[in-house]
């Protein structure tokens, strides 16, 4: 990445402020001829006081020059607080403006992006998070230095210049001279920082990350007194982030020294050529401070230059990854536009091929059917694929070969946000939010009253629990068991009440009455829509209208329980296991005596 990209990518979001910005170095300009006022009265002052030694000087007249300068100072000093008030105030106002588009902008691409984007090694949470925090905070700064701070900076060195050059011209080039040194020395310096910068990135996005781990495994953590292993990780991170920063740092120190001696030379210089003039009497006394104040405002903003250049590079190498993010159109899901009311909701997979990012094949040649109003089940064992399966169905991954499709049309046709309002998925992990059970359940519907959520936490099995909560609804819905939490997945659901579900393991974590409750429940439901249910339950999959048996991300096998079951083979062998796990004959014999 380089200025002219950078500048290109942020200009979408400087746009919004350029009227602020158009301000802003106006200001900038006021502010620049201002800092040259100072010299020029120091130069007039000398000159002056001079001139009145070499004769007898009235009372009235020391009072009306020293009043005049103290006044001219005092007014030009005022003055330069309000510009510099006017330009601090503009130049925050863009950064967090600017920094909060950014922000909702990040998010709204984000959201959007496919699962495959999130599967990806490095968009795990705490490295994505990392990220964008460092990729909004290191651009503003950026647009800050770049329009707001490296502007004022140059005008004031530019005008310090003219001065001097309208001065002398010996001068001139002698304060002219030390600008290459110190261009050249800071270059030398960003040349050697952005390795370890890239590094130091790596490393805290990798940090981040660790600890987001670590927080959220902390039972894992404490059930196998992994304490000692976890800090010993956290350690091997710290001391890389620590060895990184401490060689940042001391080559900056070594360079910033270098800059330093390059400005004292040119200090030096720019006297030693002043006193000659003076001496031959080419110059005025006064000259000395002048030249001297005006090389500070030249070299001053240079010295500032570093920092912003430091910055700026920092910026360079974390805009990269946040660019990146935001601007990767692979992962953002093909937006059809289809929308139709003539809905059946019959989805299927043809000839199916699937690779996740990291390129494991989960699924090889899959063709499966759900028919509408029926209810299809997949069985296999562990790893076959049947989450795969439901993940492409949902929209969620596209296919690396072949076609999902959605009434005979390819799925990417239709708009997707229309797909998935019109599907209804309970997962295996089904998330739940920090908030208020009615909150996550509310989450089914936005817009559904209270009854509505009571409603549909009844269907759920969950209603009877709730109340005896002492805070009910408005408890907290992460304390909740395993099972209760899942029951709140299934409740959004029939709160949502989509006429299509995708049902991967619903009932996976429940005791057997509330498994029951909710298989009777789901069966309401399941009236007249299209159904996918994944089970290692087979009470589950038994009743379906159609069965496909997976192997290894093929599908070896699809009848009905009855001609699966005759078929032998794998789906003979899980039936079979479930029995004998179940000891179905003692079973048998307690239940019906
Ligand atoms: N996000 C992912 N990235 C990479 N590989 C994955 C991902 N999710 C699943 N896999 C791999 O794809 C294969 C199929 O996984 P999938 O979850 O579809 O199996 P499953 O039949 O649903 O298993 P289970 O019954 O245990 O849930 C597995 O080998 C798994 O390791």
Same mark, same amino acid.
């Given at each position: ?6 500048i ?15 301000v802003a170095?106006?200001l ?6 201002l800092? =040259? ?5 120091m ?11 070499d004769?007898?000087?009235? &009372?009235t ?5 020293v *009043?005049?300068?103290?006044?001219i100072?005092?007014? &030009? ?5 309000l510009v510099?008030?006017? =330009?601090?105030?503009?130049s925050?106002?863009?950064?967090f403006r600017?920094a ?6 990040t998010?709204?691409?984000i ?6 984007f999130?599967?990806l090694?490095?968009? =795990? ?8 925090d460092? *990729?909004?905070e ?5 647009? @800050? ?10 005008a ?8 001097i050059?309208? &001065?002398?011209?010996?001068?001139g080039?002698?304060?002219?001279l030390?600008l290459?040194?110190y261009?050249?020395?800071?270059r030398e ?11 130091i990135? $790596?490393?805290?996005?990798?940090k981040a990350n ?9 039972f894992?953590?404490?059930?196998f007194v992994? %304490? ?11 001391? #890389?982030?620590?060895?990184?920063e ?12 270098? &800059? ?12 030693v050529?002043?006193?000659?003039f003076?001496?031959n009497?080419?110059?005025?006394i006064? !000259? ?5 104040m ?16 430091? %910055?700026y #590079? ?14 990767n ?19 299927s997979? @043809?000839?199916?091929?699937f690779?996740?990012?990291n390129?494991k094949?989960?699924l090889?040649?899959?063709t ?5 109003g ?7 064992l ?23 499709l959605?009434d ?13 309002e019109?599907?209804g998925?309970v ?8 908030g208020t059970? $009615?909150e ?14 009571? $409603?549909?936490?009844r269907q759920?099995?969950?209603? !009877?629990q ?12 992460r ?8 029951r ?11 006429p299509?579900?995708?049902?991967d393991?619903?009932?996976a ?10 298989? $009777?429940?789901?069966?309401a439901i ?6 996918l249910i ?11 209208d ?7 991300g093929?599908?070896i096998?699809q009848?009905?329980h ?10 003979r062998d ?11 004959s003692?079973?048998a014999?307690?239940?019906l005596?």
């Amino acid at each position: 990445m380089n200025t002219f990209i950078l500048i290109r990518k942020l200009w979408p979001f400087v746009r919004n402020y350029r009227g602020s910005l158009a301000v802003a170095l106006l200001l900038t300009t006021i502010g620049a001829l201002l800092a =040259q006022v100072t010299p020029l009265v120091m130069e007039y002052s000398v000159n002056t006081v001079q001139k009145l030694l070499d004769r007898p000087i009235e &009372k009235t007249e020391v009072a009306w020059v020293v *009043g005049s300068l103290v006044a001219i100072l005092l007014t &030009k000093e005022l003055l330069s607080l309000l510009v510099q008030l006017g =330009q601090k105030f503009l130049s925050d106002r863009i950064r967090f403006r600017m920094a909060a588009d950014l922000y909702e902008f990040t998010i709204s691409r984000i959201v959007s992006y496919h699962l495959s984007f999130f599967a990806l090694g490095q968009n =795990q949470t705490g490295k994505l998070e990392k990220r964008i925090d460092k *990729g909004i905070e290191s651009l503003t700064k950026t647009v @800050k230095n770049l329009f707001v701070d490296i502007v004022p900076m140059m005008a004031n060195a530019l005008f310090a210049l003219v001065l001097i050059y309208n &001065k002398n011209v010996g001068v001139g080039i002698v304060a002219t001279l030390v600008l290459p040194l110190y261009a050249y020395i800071s270059r030398e310096q960003t040349k050697r920082q952005s390795q370890i910068r890239r590094s130091i990135q $790596e490393i805290r996005e990798n940090k981040a990350n660790a600890l987001f781990g670590l927080l959220e495994s902390i039972f894992v953590v404490k059930s196998f007194v992994r %304490e000692r292993y976890e800090q010993d990780r956290q350690h091997v991170l710290n001391v #890389s982030l620590c060895t990184n920063e401490i060689r940042h740092h001391r080559t900056n120190y070594l360079f910033d020294g270098l &800059k330093s001696v390059a400005e004292q030379i040119g200090i030096v210089l720019v006297f030693v050529v002043t006193i000659y003039f003076v001496l031959n009497r080419q110059m005025t006394i006064g !000259a000395i401070l002048l030249h001297i104040m005006l090389f500070n405002n030249v070299s001053a903003p240079v010295r500032h230059l570093h920092r912003i250049y430091d %910055e700026y #590079s920092e910026a360079l190498v974390y805009a990269e990854g946040f660019f990146d993010m935001i601007e990767n159109n692979t992962y953002l899901p093909h937006q059809g536009s289809l929308k139709t009311t003539a809905w059946q909701g019959h989805f299927s997979l @043809k000839n199916v091929d699937f690779i996740y990012p990291n390129g494991k094949q989960a699924l090889r040649n899959v063709t499966l059917d759900l028919q509408p109003g029926k209810v299809t089940a997949i069985v296999g064992l562990s790893g076959a694929g049947k989450s795969s399966a439901l993940n492409l169905l949902a929209g969620f991954y596209n296919p690396t070969q072949g076609s999902v499709l959605l009434d005979g049309k390819p799925l990417s046709d239709y708009d997707s946000e229309f797909v998935r309002e019109n599907v209804g998925l309970v997962l295996q992990k089904n998330h739940i939010f920090a908030g208020t059970i $009615e909150e996550n359940i509310r989450y089914g519907r936005l817009e559904a009253t209270p009854d509505d959520v009571i $409603e549909a936490a009844r269907q759920a099995s969950l209603h !009877a629990q709730v109340l005896q909560l002492p805070q009910g609804y408005q408890t907290e819905a992460r304390t909740l068991s395993g099972g209760q939490q899942q029951r709140i997945a299934i409740a959004r659901l029939f709160l949502k009440n989509p006429p299509v579900l995708l049902l991967d393991e619903p009932t996976a974590s429940l005791d057997a009455i509330t498994a029951e409750q909710i298989k $009777e429940s789901l069966d309401a439901i399941k009236q007249n829509r299209t159904v996918l249910i994944i089970s290692h339950n087979i009470s589950q999959i038994m009743d379906a209208d159609q069965i496909y048996v997976m192997q290894e991300g093929e599908v070896i096998g699809q009848g009905t329980h009855e001609s699966l079951y005759q078929s032998g083979g794998l789906y003979r062998d899980i039936i079979d296991s479930n029995a004998r796990t179940l000891n179905i004959s003692r079973l048998a014999a307690t239940v019906l005596g």
